[in-house]
């Protein structure tokens, strides 16, 4: 059996999907949950491709030549319909796929259709969703996908069978990012502690240069606890980087490191630093106009006060490198 598109950590549930379909128990609307780039459209869409697929009969995968393969794998095939909006999904988004389903299939028995990000839909596109849910004819099965359950509709998810995709362990993770480039293990890891430890979204981060560019940034971080920095110019850097990235990045730093001890002065140093980031952040996402570059440096001159205690931890923990 070769599932080599599908990643190990969504095997399980697309051999359910599998079985489900052969014990013709599918349901007519399934609900995926799991973090951002865990592979949640990309499991739904394999899926609906070896539904369509017309020898899927004698396969676990799609066999990627039939002319149904050709057409899912070109975004074209007409008895699938897609909302994929970086906007909130409207009622007219809805109303574009309730005219899809009138029609009957094209090419086969199917008709299917992925609603990606479902947890961010107004109440009249809920409510029309929500009749093409109730009771549809048979051969049509919708999947909604979410990073999570608690934004959707409980009338909704009562139409809905829910599957949540797991996080895989970091090992997982490792092993699949191995295989997909070659950086080396520290670059891995930081990608992996960046991403919330989603594999695909960690090889994004890697591919796009921004595991690099945190990296340096964090080294700079390092320097500002130990007091060695010239905080203008360091402030003027950040602003100009993936600040909200860097400042959730720090935070998991200070987590880490409060896990890593339990000499009270250490964790105080860090929880206070946890707690500076924090307040960094929230300024840095507050609506009001505040200025950026002050708020930064305000940070910095505040993490420098505090290397005195830095240097204290240092001398009770042996520290890990945190990048
Ligand atoms: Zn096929």
Redesign the pocket.
Known sequence: MDTSNIPSWLQTKWQALLQQYRRNALPHAILLTGKLGIGKSQLATQFFQWLH???HQENDE?????R??QLMTANTHPDHYVINTETTIKIDHIRGLSNQQALTPHLGLWKTSLITAADKMTTSAYNALLKLLEEPPPYRLFILTAAAMEHIPVTIKSRCQHHAIVTPPIQIGRQWLHRHTQCDEQTLKTALMLAGEVPQQALQYIQTGRVEKITNLMHSFKNLQAAHANIPLLAEQWQESDIELMTTHIQRYCQQQLLNTDVADTRQYYLSLYNDVLTMKKQLLSRHNMNRLLIIENFMVTVMHKAPLFSATLGQDNHGNFS
């Open positions: 697929c017309s020898q799609p066999c990627g030549h039939c149904s393969c």
